[in-house]
DNA sequence: TTGTACGCGTTATCAT
DNA sequence: ATGATAACGCGTACAA
């Protein structure tokens, strides 16, 4: 076993096994054109030598090898890495391997970060974000490379848009809890300035104006953890004239902050106070009180965005659902589908 | 805007400019030695084709991009986003690309992984997981790439080790638990044969047994969620004889688990029974009580991590610390440093 | 300062 | 069934 070798190529196993470098790529593509004598003493040389093919190669060669980019602005927003795996599933099924670009919230990075997805020329780049710059734009329009929104719909979709109506299910929420007998429904969200949370707003502004309502929106900054904002936030309602007695949430990791402050001020959910979120992240069903909220499809979400880059995975029969969801748990009363 | 154009290349800025690919190339990687009316002239060519050079070919021609890649059973633990964070700073830094490969707990998907990494040939390959199969070892011992394992210290190492003792940090903490008075402490863990959790029980036996104590060890099944786990281990917990006045948790989410279930069963904690848990994620410092834990430096080993393998990445001064801590909160008292 | 020519490791095409 | 040869797009000695 020489040390240094740089790199074990094509060319070593060929020479080891007997034969050319074609023969051994055959090996790998279409094996059956490969006599069953020969295929063994391939097959023993790349064991000898632990040879394992260079994708990078065989992406510039062919177009062998398939490669999916990510693009978000964090992993540490819940729902990202369970986009994230759903993605990751497909791309498995496809033989693709996984890029992931973060660009911080910071909206310079993300033009860096676009444009490193597309240096690798992927088969697809999946967009987790809010808004994208006129220079990426062009990038990716001139990049020819699928480009899938997969979180928040798009006012002007750069490619394809598999993202959630954010305003839509805010209102059809906001609806439901009308339609619970609540009376003064308010708002909670932080002043982030992303679009989904905007969305969101809007949608609770059409369900409150379509019955007649004076929306009630209580914001606060963003330099707290989503925990804290949320208890903030609870306070600042209940300090409010006149005090809801239905408080939603622009995020479930608001409301569970809320939810620890009300535990916290002895006060009783949903009795004195209904709280809902939106999201359905894994720690609101756990919560006492159980958490009320919208549950998203983002697995699905995730795998659909995939599949529209890699036509080739296989998909699944039937075409499988991804669909949201209004979960009625303990903390607040839902009327049932308008 | 020709549109079925296969790619945009280094030539075609060239002609465009009116100069060879060379200098192009220049360009790029020493401005300096172009004269500024050139410069001028291609970046105007650039421009206008929206040319992003190819990272691919790049790759295979000199070694000009770097590319990372990480391997982890999961996105869904929650320790394993922070860490990747951590990586993917140092990575923007180096510019360098991130690879991302789940293995789903599965062994042999992990082997799958593992030579896919290795054949794209990155400047390093970065392990958060447990046990490493022979066969991998093979390959990656072949690969000649650095291969860090971040997460848990292993007793065999493939490459470097930047890992925790996780027999040490438990042990710790059982001490300290020890040291605070309580009696009967038990240790609860879901079955799910992990190395760092056989790790984290073995510390804490060490501890007990050190002080004359035995061991009492509650284990479930690995079907539920950990919340559910949690709260399962906590209602065995209270059925034993003698029934533990602490309970120390393999894991944080086990222990937030028990902390709910004790709230629905009316029990306080710590008062009737104290809880301890192992990670300290986000929901540990918010749930009420809040709660003790073993806070572990996850961005930070993942930036360690990165910075072996992306040794032109600009080094922090001075070097930052990487170390764990004991973090008392509401739900346990701990007894001062031994 | 700029250009020529070859190599990186693989695949596709066309022969044999 | 196997081989020879030419790409793929870029980087780098070396030459001009």
Redesign the pocket.
């Known amino acids: 076993m020489k040390s240094q070798r ?2 074990i ?3 070593d196993v060929a020479t080891r096994a007997g ?5 051994i ?2 090996y ?2 279409t094996p059956e ?3 069953p ?2 295929r063994d003493k391939i097959a023993a040389a790349i064991d000898q030598l632990g040879y394992v ?2 994708s990078t ?2 992406r ?5 090898r398939s490669l999916l980019a990510v693009i978000t602005p964090s992993l540490a927003l819940p729902y990202v890495p369970e986009i994230i795996e759903g993605v990751s599933e497909v791309a498995d099924r496809a033989d693709a391997a996984l890029m992931l670009h973060e660009t911080r919230f910071d909206l310079t990075l993300q033009e860096q970060r676009i444009e490193a997805a597309i240096s690798w020329r992927p088969d697809g780049i999946i967009f987790i974000g809010d808004t994208i710059s006129d220079r990426s734009r062009r990038q990716i329009a001139a990049a020819q490379i699928p480009f899938v929104e997969a979180w928040a719909q798009s006012d002007h979709p750069v490619g394809i848009d598999v993202g959630l109506s954010h305003s839509d299910l805010a209102r059809d929420m906001t609806l439901r809890l009308i339609g619970a007998g609540y009376k003064t429904i308010g708002f909670a969200v932080r002043r982030m300035g992303y679009r989904v949370e905007a969305e969101r707003l809007k949608g609770y502004q059409q369900a409150m104006t379509a019955h007649g309502r004076a929306p009630q929106v209580f914001e606060c900054g963003d330099q707290a953890t989503s925990f804290q904002s949320g208890a903030q936030l609870l306070t600042m309602a209940r300090a409010a004239t006149p005090a809801p007695d239905a408080l939603f949430f622009a995020g479930d990791l608001l409301a569970a902050g809320a939810l620890f402050e009300a535990q916290r001020q002895g006060l009783r959910v949903p009795q004195d106070i209904a709280i809902c979120g939106f999201g359905d992240y894994p720690i609101s069903r756990e919560i006492v009180p159980s958490l009320t909220t919208v549950a998203l499809p983002t697995r699905a979400l995730g795998r659909r965005a995939a599949h529209l880059c890699l036509p080739q995975a296989p998909q699944p029969s039937p075409p499988e659902p991804c669909t949201s969801s209004f979960v009625e748990r303990q903390s607040a009363r839902l009327a049932p589908v308008p």
Chains 1, 2 share one sequence.
Request: overall charge positive; hydrophobic content about 40%; proline content about 4%.
């Open positions: 740089p790199q190529t094509l060319d034969v050319t470098t074609m023969t790529s055959r790998f593509r054109k490969v006599s004598a020969t093919a260079d190669a065989a510039l060669a062919g177009k062998t």
